[in-house]
């Protein structure tokens, strides 16, 4: 098939995908319910005679798509499926039809182009070796990869490379881009309660002070990135809640909740973040001769992108559209649980710009905000780009 007559044959097909993912966007569900989309997805695969399974890791989907023969490699990709617990301001007709939820980071599109590019191999099978389709639940801090992991998924649908994207409302429609080592930071949420003696406001020398405890670890926590992290790595920690007191002016709280986030790149500096936040506030309780609690979740691991898998990527990206539709990405702060396939498998995550119209157009929008949407237009371009790596690496001897 030539690149033209499959760029026809994978407009087509988005075009019917567009609809899908209009559909899956009116239905967001969150955490492990994302049981219309995974309903969907079965009936799309049952009605191509694509063979799958559902109910991994509660509410995801794994689909096989054998090639012309299946003496070969075996590449994996990924499209994420959850919603956000976000109203949804966008005014689309196709606006969430479930107050509160809103498919806020464009998951239905990935689902959409996914499987839009599943309808393409299995009609056109130019590939040898096998496809996997990986529909992930509870991307959005559920760690619904790790579950997927741990539910046997490379035992049971093994493979040897998996790609993954997502839509880039920063970016333009059509520029893809990309980056070698860590393109995506470790997220970790963090909740401290300290807890002491409250009582008279006028008598703080009778009680503990958590307000001014609190206080210390804040600032003190700052120099676990300015003073203690090498200038040259990155590391973010933010504290996010202070929750203190019921708005007396004359009373002493006894407790003081402090949560955020942090976000490193690298299991070191992970590690010492963690290690020096307990050691911190241990001798800041202590100080204050107050009771302490830390818990320090990590809730997805950093993206890291293999040389070998990104050069894949890069090559088809330039192939299909030009070197000038791929830039280089700096590496982000914001977190993703593709990281953690990547951790046992090869292959890269890719970012791609979806941005169009004027500043407020619904696809220019930032990911999480009520107005954005996600970019039909952007279907066949990514699953026209998955379906290159597809059969570049699968062509066979
Ligand atoms: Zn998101
Ligand atoms: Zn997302």
Not at 61 to 72: K, L, P, S, Y
Not at 101 to 113: E, R
Not at 172 to 185: H, R, V
Not at 315 to 328: D, H, M, N, P, Q
Request: proline fraction near 5%; glycine fraction near 10%; charged fraction near 20%.
């Amino acid at each position: 098939m030539t690149m033209n007559a499959r760029r026809a044959l994978i407009g087509t097909i988005a075009e019917e995908a567009k609809q899908w993912r209009r559909e899956l966007h009116k239905h967001p569900q969150t955490m492990y319910e994302e049981t219309f989309a995974c309903g969907f997805i079965a009936a799309r695969l049952k009605e191509w005679g694509i063979a799958h399974e559902t109910g991994i890791a509660k509410t995801g989907v794994v689909a096989t798509i054998d090639g012309a023969t299946t003496d070969g490699p075996v590449l994996a990709f990924r499209a994420d499926m959850d919603a956000l617990d976000m109203p949804e301001e966008s005014g689309v007709p196709w606006a969430s039809q479930t107050p509160g939820k809103m498919h806020g980071c464009g998951h239905d599109g990935h689902m959409a182009t996914v499987l839009a590019l599943g309808k393409y191999l299995q009609q056109t099978k130019n590939f040898h070796g096998k496809v996997r389709l990986v529909f992930q639940p509870a991307e959005e801090g559920g760690r619904g990869a790790v579950r997927m992991l741990e539910e046997g998924l490379l035992q049971r649908f093994p493979f040897d490379e998996i790609y993954g994207f997502h839509n880039w409302p920063y970016g333009p429609l059509g520029e893809f881009s990309i980056c070698t080592g860590y393109m995506m930071a470790a997220c970790d949420f963090f909740e401290i309660r300290l807890t002491g003696r409250g009582g008279h406001a006028a008598l703080p020398n009778v009680c503990n002070d958590v307000i001014l405890a609190g206080s210390q670890l804040v600032t003190a926590f700052q120099a676990l990135v300015s003073r203690e992290t090498d200038p040259l790595d990155a590391a973010v920690l933010s504290v996010t809640n202070f929750q203190a007191g019921s708005g007396a002016c004359n009373v002493l709280p006894e407790t003081l909740l402090l949560s955020g986030t942090v976000r490193t790149f690298g299991p070191a500096v992970r590690e010492r973040m963690e290690r020096r936040m307990r050691e911190m506030i241990q001798h800041v309780a202590e100080m204050f001769g107050l009771k302490h609690s830390f818990a320090y979740n990590r809730i997805t691991d950093a993206v890291f992108n293999y040389d070998d898998g990104v050069e894949t990527c890069r090559a088809s990206v330039t192939r299909l559209f030009g070197s000038e539709s791929l830039k280089v990405q700096r590496p982000v702060t914001g977190g993703e649980d593709f990281g953690s396939f990547l951790e046992p498998r090869k292959g890269a995550f890719i970012f791609a710009g979806q941005g169009a119209g004027d500043k407020d157009a619904p696809q220019r929008q930032g990911l999480h905000t009520p107005r954005y949407d996600f970019n039909d237009d952007l279907i066949p371009l990514v699953a026209e780009y998955f379906a290159e790596i597809a059969e570049t690496r699968l062509a066979g001897a």
